[in-house]
């Protein structure tokens, strides 16, 4: 189970951090990653890490201003966001792949949460 928390309305400008916590299965070996769905409807990878941690993907669009971490004693996946755009609003999900997952497609991850609001609008 992946469960999504964190999500909020903000100003342009401002921060806010993701949580996904863990349970259930051994999550720790599994790459992980941030999808957003934008209001568009179309999903698309925002960052990605590896099982161990020695990898890591952004999308071109939150370059240096997102950074993606998990602390697996924790079993819990971060997604630190700052310097927020309008257009970084949508529904943040947390996903997790057996996969080597760095290309972050949603297509070649398997297991889901249930997804958590980020508006940023002034």
């Known amino acids: 189970q992946l469960v999504e928390s964190g999500g909020g309305m903000v100003q342009p400008g401002a921060s806010l951090r993701l949580s996904c916590a863990w349970s259930?299965?051994?999550?720790?070996?599994?790459?992980m990653g941030w999808f957003r769905q934008g209001p568009g409807g179309v999903r698309e990878g925002v960052a990605c890490i590896r099982s161990t941690e020695d990898g890591t993907y952004y999308a071109d669009s939150v370059k240096g201003r997102f950074t993606i971490a998990r602390d697996n004693a924790k079993n819990t996946l971060y997604l630190e966001m700052n310097s927020l755009r309008p257009e970084d609003t949508g529904l943040y999900y947390c996903?997790?792949?057996?996969?080597?997952?760095?290309?972050?497609?949603?297509?070649?991850?398997?297991?889901w949460g249930q997804g958590t609001q980020v508006t940023v609008s002034s």
């Open positions: 259930g299965r051994e999550w720790d070996i599994y790459d």
């Open positions: 996903a997790a792949t057996v996969l080597w997952g760095l290309r972050c497609k949603d297509t070649e991850y398997d297991y």
